[in-house]
Structures are given as C-alpha cells and as structure tokens.
C-alpha cells in the first residue's frame, strides 16, 4: 500500500522531485510556478512541454541552445515579480513609518529651510506649525557679514533635523526693520508651540570668522534648541527607493 502511494506522488511530479541540492531546487520552484501558470490558461500541449523543457536541466549536449534562446514573457514575469514585490513592501514599511511617526505626535518632517515672504508669513507660520515642532527663523540681510555662512549651515541642518522647521526671512520683508537693524544682523529666533525660546542677536559673533554646520549645531545643542536625529525622508520619490 505504501509503495502504491510513494509511486502516486512520484507520478504527481512527473519524475521531476529527484533534483536535489540548491540548483535542484531551484529547478522544481521554477517548474512548478511556470506550470501552474500554465496550467490556469488554455495554452496548447506544445507551448506546455516547451516550458517543461525550459525549466527542467538540460543534457551538455543541449547547453548551447538553451542558453542561445530568448527569455519568454512568463519567464521574464516570474524572475522580476520578486524584485517589485520587495520593491512594494519598502515602499509600505516606510509608509507606516511615516504614519506612526504621525499619530505618536512627533510633529511632521521638513527637511528644508524656507524662505519667508513676509511679516505675515511669518506669523502664519508659527501659527500653523506643530506644537512639539521647534521653529528657528533667521533675520538677515544680503552683504551683511556672517550671513550667508548661516543661511547655508541652517540648510544643512535642515537636512539633518527633519523635525524642526528651519526658515529665513530678510529684515526689509519683516515688516520690523527697524526691530533688526544692520548691527544685530544676523539674528536667530526660535520658537516651540508659538513662544520665543532662544533670541540671539549678531549670533555670527559666538564663531570664529569662518564657521561651518557643525559649529552652529553644537551652539544650538548647548541651549538643547535642536531635536534628537531622526530618520525621515518624505520627499524621497520612488525612482529613488528602487535604487536602495
């Protein structure tokens, strides 16, 4: 009775559960998903066998024809499906990422600084901004010492802390003038839930005449201004992921 039923299973693989080691497996993987495919549409015995063949190993003597023929559409299908399924499933663990980070009330991700247009701009945005969400504004001017050198620290640092909001705004478009005139520039405000926590006027002054990133952040860390590093990146496109 046993060997009648070891001899159905054999029959039900057609010979093929022989193949042993990692190729062989492999080799049955491959026939099996080819044949189910297969066996779910009409297609003739003919085109069948040929994927039977296909999927089976060859003997030496066959190995350059085989190896000479062109991929089929079912085979090309099945070898990328896993690579766009992994595809898929980065694409949604970083979502729910992103929507935890959300619903723990971590505040949404920046990445930027922002250039503000106006004195109303300004309000509106420490207005609209999250709670837990620092704000660092910088007043500045164009030809002043040490501006520019802090516009472009506070766009690195921008990228670095996603979850604070980093702006600029030229004293001129403020709407305050003359609140910031020239020997105050540059100045670094900073907020949290709408209140001014850290004002630092002609800030240009706490650096050597150069002064990079990393300067203006252990300066901000010294007030415990800055958030802790977080990864996030909501401005990735996908074209971007697929590369990973």
């Known amino acids: 009775m046993e060997e009648a039923h070891g001899q159905s299973l054999e029959d039900d693989f057609e010979g093929q559960a022989t193949h042993t080691g990692p190729k062989g ?24 066998e040929m994927l039977r063949q296909m999927s089976s190993p060859q003997s030496s003597e066959m190995q350059p024809e085989r190896t000479g023929r062109k991929m089929s559409l079912h085979e090309y299908e099945l070898v990328h499906q896993e690579e ?29 600084l922002y250039e503000l247009e106006s004195g109303e701009h ?5 207005q609209q901004e999250h709670k837990v969400t620092p ?10 010492q040490g501006c520019a050198s802090l516009n472009h620290s ?21 709407g305050a003038g003359d609140r910031f005139p020239p020997q105050v520039l540059p100045t670094l405000l900073v907020y949290r839930g709408g209140e001014l926590i850290g004002n630092f006027t002609s800030v240009a ?20 201004l800055l958030p802790e590093r977080e990864v996030c990146a909501p401005e990735q496109s996908e074209s971007e992921e697929d590369a990973e």
């Open 25 to 48: 497996v492999i080799h049955d993987w491959r026939k099996f998903k080819l044949e189910s495919v297969d066996h779910t549409c009409t297609a003739p015995a003919g085109k069948r």
């Open 122 to 126: 300004f309000l509106e945005t420490l």
């Open 205 to 224: 002054e706490q650096f050597a005449e150069e002064f990079f990133a990393g300067d203006v952040e252990s300066f901000l860390n010294e007030y415990g």
């Open 84 to 112: 766009e399924d992994e595809r898929c499933l980065r694409r949604y663990r970083r979502r729910c990422m992103l929507d935890m980070h959300q619903r723990l009330s971590f505040g949404p991700c920046h990445g930027l």
């Open 154 to 174: 506070l766009e690195q640092l921008a990228a670095e802390y996603p979850t604070a909001k980093f702006c600029k705004i030229r004293a001129s478009d403020s």
């Open 135 to 144: 704000v660092l504004v910088h007043v500045y001017e164009d030809g002043i």
